[in-house]
């Protein structure tokens, strides 16, 4: 019984822990959209801006207008680029974290599955320990009953002994009177 209660202890801390594990993973991922709805915010701002420089230069610059185009569509260029390059990082990142979280509850897991044959395993010793205590206890009472049947068996063969040489001495003084 204290041990159903022990392991339903146990199973209750687990289930405590993977919900506590849970719920941190689940602000970490919404800590992570939170930043990446930031960048991207940040990113339409700065296209923003480059659209509004583009559209003043285009007004002050009428004449270079074609110049100025192609720097701005390899500006454009450079910034997909760039935030292909940011995705792409944040991809790796995420896929790093995935990993991460992986591995770290193969890790708890490996760590559950260890305290659990650890506590089997204490639970083997401990029954062993029962079973040699109960051994060395029947031992005990077996020489106990041993030592006291050989006492009853000395007593009984004294008293037949004491008998038989009492009718001894009887028939030798039968003997004696009979002569």
Do not use: G
């Not at 009428?62 to 110049?67: G, N, P, R």
């Not at 450079?78 to 940011?86: H, N, S, T, V």
């Amino acid at each position: 019984m204290e041990d159903q209660q022990r392991v339903r202890e146990e199973k209750q801390k687990l289930k405590e822990i993977e919900a506590k594990k849970q719920k941190e993973e689940n602000d970490k991922l919404k800590e992570e959209e939170h930043k990446l709805k930031y960048e991207e915010q940040k990113l339409n701002e700065e296209e923003l801006k480059i659209k509004d420089f583009e559209t003043q230069r285009v007004r002050e610059k009428e004449i270079q207008i074609l110049k100025e185009t192609e720097k701005l569509r390899a500006k454009e260029e450079e910034f997909k680029l760039k935030e292909q390059e940011e995705i792409a990082e944040l991809k790796e990142l995420r896929q790093k974290e995935q990993e991460h979280r992986i591995r770290e509850e193969h890790r708890r897991l490996k760590e559950e599955e260890q305290r659990i044959r650890d506590q089997e395993e204490q639970k083997l010793i401990e029954s062993r320990i029962a079973e040699e205590e109960r051994i060395k206890e029947e031992d005990k009472k077996l020489k106990e009953w041993e030592r006291k049947f050989d006492e009853e068996l000395a007593k009984k063969e004294e008293k037949l002994i004491k008998k038989f040489d009492n009718e001894k001495i009887k028939d030798e003084e039968e003997k004696k009177n009979i002569n």
